[in-house]
């Protein structure tokens, strides 16, 4: 049963214009979500965040938007840019103190010139 | 960069024969993990550790072992490895408090023949 869902395998966009990264989850407990980058060869990059108290936070380019009712969030990249080009993985943990991930299945970024 | 390395970072073996990997941290963190990253599933723990001599099992724990003896090693000990154990193994470290992110090494790739 796969707790935290990325349904799109691979998404191609712009340089310049909007990513919009999509993840559902199904555990009503989770309270915390995180965004990692990979690049090929290359562990899990920290991204950003969202606590569960909150339904935005931004950071730079990256904004990522909690739908607690819906159990969904995204991320989006605004501008886009080639260096974007890489696999993000959406996770999810119950809390902060109890800090087992998990993972979605991950999405890969094409961001064309 | 989070200071860990993971050792070795590509092995080959056969079937049946003992294998341990290593990561090291020079943050002195307190939790320390263990994934696997296999096409179609994203990352999945594997176990991890709350403190010296404290470790507990992740969702595919079955086959493997670990041990931390010091703050700044954890080992994943696979005792027979199968084909099925092929992967890439990455360590990710975190520190206590609200809000701490995981960290991950660059990973190890294991290739069981």
């Known amino acids: 049963d796969q707790q935290v869902k990325q349904n799109s395998p691979s998404l191609s966009v712009q340089e310049g214009r909007i990513s919009i990264l999509n993840c559902d989850y199904t555990?009503?407990?989770?309270?915390?979500f995180l965004w990692y980058k990979k690049y090929p060869a290359e562990g899990p990059t920290f991204l950003i965040s969202?606590?569960?108290?909150?339904d935005k936070n931004e950071d730079g380019r990256f904004t990522v938007f909690l739908n607690k009712s819906a159990k969904h969030l995204s991320l989006h990249i605004v501008p886009s840019q080639p260096g974007d080009s890489a696999v993000y993985f959406c996770?999810?943990?119950?809390?902060?103190?109890?800090?087992?991930?998990?993972f979605g299945k991950g999405i890969t970024l094409s961001v064309r010139p | 960069d989070a200071g860990i390395t993971q050792s070795p970072r590509h092995k080959v073996t056969e079937t049946g024969t003992p294998v341990t990997l290593r990561c090291h941290q020079t943050?002195?963190?307190?939790?320390m993990y263990w994934y696997r990253q296999d096409p179609g599933h994203g990352l999945r723990l594997i176990h991890y550790?709350?403190?010296?001599?404290?470790?507990d099992k992740g969702e595919v724990s079955d086959g493997y072992s670990v041990s931390r003896s010091k703050t700044e090693d954890f080992l994943l000990t696979l005792e027979s490895a199968t084909s099925s154990q092929t992967s890439v193994y990455f360590c990710?470290?975190?520190?206590?408090?609200?809000?701490?992110?995981?960290?991950f090494g660059d990973g190890t790739r294991l290739s069981i023949l």
């Open positions: 990710a470290i975190s520190g206590i408090g609200n809000n701490q992110p995981q960290h």
């Open positions: 555990n009503s407990m989770f309270d915390y």
């Open positions: 969202i606590s569960s108290i909150k």
């Open positions: 996770a999810a943990q119950v809390s902060p103190a109890n800090s087992k991930l998990t």
């Open positions: 943050e002195n963190h307190r939790y």
């Open positions: 550790s709350y403190g010296v001599k404290d470790t």
